[in-house]
């Protein structure tokens, strides 16, 4: 008979409120609907979502590894 695989223990810590702060910077647009300043001809309202993504990304890859 097989022995039975014992569960992870759920890992919930104070790493994964970091999760929100690309959740609230993108969805809160009043904060970002803007032209200026601009940034290499792009308005603000285009460059603030083009760096939400590579911050997002390395804010995962934060808790990621805080929590493994």
Request: hydrophobic content about 55%.
């Amino acid at each position: 008979m097989a022995e039975p695989i014992p569960e992870r223990p759920q890992r919930t810590t104070a790493w994964r409120l970091l999760l929100l702060i690309p959740f609230i910077g993108t969805l809160w647009v009043p904060f970002y609907n803007h032209a200026l300043p601009a940034l290499f001809g792009f308005p603000f309202f285009y460059w603030y979502q083009l760096l939400a993504v590579p911050v997002s990304a390395l804010i995962i890859f934060i808790v990621y590894r805080a929590e493994s």
